[in-house]
């Protein structure tokens, strides 16, 4: 029984994330176009028109450029909170879409897609109505969290007794704040509803480790104020200090900006 999750783009530029079972092969976004999905699927083994839904966190367009285009031509039913479908509609390059082609979430509660669970739940992000996933499968889960500028209780009990946890790594501060971007936009980065710094990403898997916690991917990091090997290292130099976090099992890795991350096999 295999429950498995490839990252086929993240980063600022674009994020799409597939997870699948035997039965079934979901996406979480689509900000890649319809072309690089079909490429990225293919390396896995999974046909496009196998999809049976794509998981919208946000409607900022790095998540939401390429969903029109699967919609239409796969078929493909896009599944988003109300008021998230509503500003995906809106959002001018999204090309022909109506409510069709939607089917509604809510926050907490659990769609079931034959084998596989899908639980939908608030994030702190600068986005209409945000949210994070995780998704069961035969006792094991897996949690995508990105696009969060802070974590509370109520998001750690959401993630906790993963098997394998997909984490922003959005940014190093010190790069950010010396950094070429407008004071704005570092402001909103840095923000509560912002996006998780390497250090904040280290502290909320620190919390989140427990034995039969094997892989965490990285992702989401920023082009400008992040580099693969500084996530890396920050984010293990937080776990380093911890004294219940085992190192030599734990598999730590950062996913590609416009490529596919290791294909990680759950259990
Ligand atoms: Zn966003
Ligand atoms: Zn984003």
Redesign the pocket.
Known sequence: MAFKICSIASG?SG?CIYVGTDQVNILVDS?ISGKRVALGLGEIGVDPTRLDGIFI??E?S??IKGVGVLARKYKIPIYATKKTQQAVLNYRQIGKMEHAHFIEIRPDENVTLKDMVIHPFRSF?DAIDPVCYTFLHDGKKISVA??LGCYDEYIVSKLVDSNVLFIEANHDVKMLEVGGYPYFLKKRILSDVG?LSNELSGHLISSLYHQNLSHVILG?LSQENNFPELAYEAVRAVLMDCAHVDHERLKLFVAGRNSNSKLVVVG
Request: no cysteine.
């Open positions: 600022s994020n900000g966190t946000h900022h790095d998540h992000h990105t696009d996006h989401h």
